[in-house]
């Protein structure tokens, strides 16, 4: 359960946030090596819409906000750009830094609901781990309908063009819905992501 | 027997009748006209893609990249890996980055791709295909095989981001890289050579998840084509590619303006200056029609 993985997570870093991140956070080890020049807030095409700039999480990070980095939606805008890394003087892996603060407050359950961005990143985790392959097709119906069946068709409608467009220039296949592209090794494919996520929680320390 | 062959990485969106099956079909024409083979991973999957992350974690992202150079490897031993789309190679590339550089991650990751019977080895490389075009074979070698030039085209060389950072293409500068613009002037195309949003974000996959912030991005990177006086768009990245084609109408919407540009890709450009067909271009599966390549397509090659 997330929740008894916060708890766990509490008990076992108390205070101390950022290595909390170095441990469990994809590429978090970086995080103290910000020097807080801003280049990052400056470069990212979403600036008008966080509140949260990578420099001010990693800044957040060390002074111990928790909750606040947590619970943030701003690492969820990332577009993967990597705009900030290539400018970054210190050459610091922003983007997959972004992500993985955004996997590890998912994980524990504290990152916000209904934030469109992490919903459409966790349909397209389920969407391609089903077979191997992503399914634009069920992609897009999921998302359209993954608030009901009357918000469902309003988002289909407003879609319609696009849709359309994209049947008509032969670019998407309604026989996608049945099953559509995978790999063969359905089997074996999902049991490596299994064995690898397994091991991942073995090394930081979720599991024993 | 073809002069270069690959182990190819066509990636999700790029399969029969995917979003970029255009990109598909006029990459493999491309090919065929520049005697390189193709021969697609056996069994590949999905690379994660930019926005999966969600429910993935490291190790994962990694296995699941080493699984197709383990499958490249035991199917087709010495071809490097080429991938058309930019996630697929970023992803990629990443990946072996990382595998190559830390034996504790590469034995975690074959412990993993052991349940798949598989095994990496960190022999094959990782390209994308505008690398094989530009350090294989070389601006010199494919203008030989254009046998009708792209005249009195503009084109704006839309880069974006993936193709582009955090690896890019050997020499080409992160702010200003040229080689699309080298491209389209090798098909005999006018490159706009001060189109300033060439490596402006399109949004990437919070086009579909939150389109209010992202057709922003669409919206400069359309404008600053028609600002320059293009005819029309041509990017390397299938992402790009569709954001900045299929959301034209809702940014005219949104914005008020008449947007009504085709987007295009360099393997498209590249097919029909060789002398391939409309049909060879797939030029069929632009949402905007590319009339002016439509046009050149049509005419006869001069002899």
Known sequence: MASDLNAQALARYRNDFLREVEERVDEGEWVK???????????C?????????????????????????????????????????????????????????????????????????????????????????????????????????????????????????MLRTRRMSPFEIFGGHGVKDVKGFQAMIRKAQEIEDRRRGFTK | MAKKEYAFYPGCTSHYRGSASNYLVSAESMCRHLDVKLTQIPDWNC???????????????????????????????????????????????????????SAGLLADTNEALKEAGLQYEGKAGVRHMVEVLIEDLGYEEIGRHVVKPLEGVKFAGYVGCQTNRPFGIAGESFENPVYLD????????????????????????????????SQKQIKDIVESAYDHGADMIVTPCPLCQANVEIYQADVNKRYGTKFNIPVTYYSQLMTVAFGGTAKDATLDGQMIRATRLEEIAAKPVKK
């Open chain 1, 33 to 43: 090596m910000c020097m807080q020049c801003g280049v990052c807030a400056g470069s």
């Open chain 1, 45 to 165: 095409p979403f600036g008008p819409h966080w509140e949260h700039s990578p420099q001010k999480l990693f800044m957040m990070i060390r002074a111990g906000k928790r909750d606040e980095v947590l619970q943030s939606d701003s690492m969820w805008m990332c577009t993967s750009c990597y705009n900030c890394v290539v400018r970054c003087p210190r050459k610091l892996p922003i983007t997959t830094i972004m992500h993985g603060i955004a996997t590890y407050a998912h994980r524990l359950g504290l990152a916000p609901k209904r934030q469109p961005t992490r919903d459409f990143s966790v349909v397209f985790w389920e969407n391609f781990t089903r077979n191997g392959r992503a399914n634009e097709m069920r992609l897009m119906l999921r998302l359209w309908f993954k608030d009901g069946i009357g918000a469902g068709i309003k988002k289909a409608l407003a879609m319609k063009n696009v849709g359309l467009g």
């Open chain 2, 47 to 101: 690379c994660g893609a930019s926005v999966s992350y969600a429910g993935s974690g490291e190790l994962a992202r990694h296995v699941i990249n080493a699984r197709n150079f383990a499958l490249a490897e035991q199917h087709l031993p010495g071809q490097d890996i080429v991938a058309t789309c930019a996630a697929c190679w970023l992803n990629a590339r990443e990946s072996k980055e990382k595998l190559d550089a």
């Open chain 2, 182 to 213: 080298q491209l389209v002037e090798t098909m005999g195309g006018e490159a706009v050579k001060e189109y300033d949003q060439k490596v402006t974000c399109c949004g990437g996959a919070l086009a579909v998840s939150e389109p209010e912030k």
